[in-house]
Nanobody, 119 residues
């Protein structure tokens, strides 16, 4: 079992920066990929960025060049550095971890942290 604890959300002005953290507890050795989704009111949840155990990274097109995902394996922590924030980035951001087995997957979600970007 994996527990995900998020921090770092808040209110910032457009053009500002914010750093989100996600600490994983439990069977962290079994995590195949970890990253961030976000969901704004009235919109579908979307992938923001994730990183695999092998170091492969994916970004949503809307955040490429502005957001950077990184990890500290010693601390079992993943970070999302968000720069040049826009009002369109306003959403609840959820940490997500994937455990992939031979014939099924398990998904784990953090509690969510609110990011609000004012204009």
């Amino acid at each position: 079992q994996v527990q995900l604890v998020e921090s770092g959300g808040g209110l910032v002005q457009a053009g500002g920066s914010l750093r989100l953290s996600c600490a994983a507890f439990g069977g962290t050795y079994s995590i195949n990929a970890i990253g961030w989704y976000r969901q704004a009111p009235g919109k579908q949840r979307e992938l923001v960025a994730n990183i695999s155990s092998g170091g492969n990274i994916n970004y949503a097109d809307s955040v490429k060049g502005r957001f950077t995902i990184s990890r500290d394996n010693a601390k079992n922590t993943v970070y999302l550095q968000m720069n040049s924030l826009k009002p369109e980035d306003t959403a609840v951001y959820y940490c997500h971890a994937l455990r992939r087995f031979s014939d099924y997957d398990l998904d784990y979600w953090g509690q969510g942290t609110q990011v609000t970007v004012s204009s």
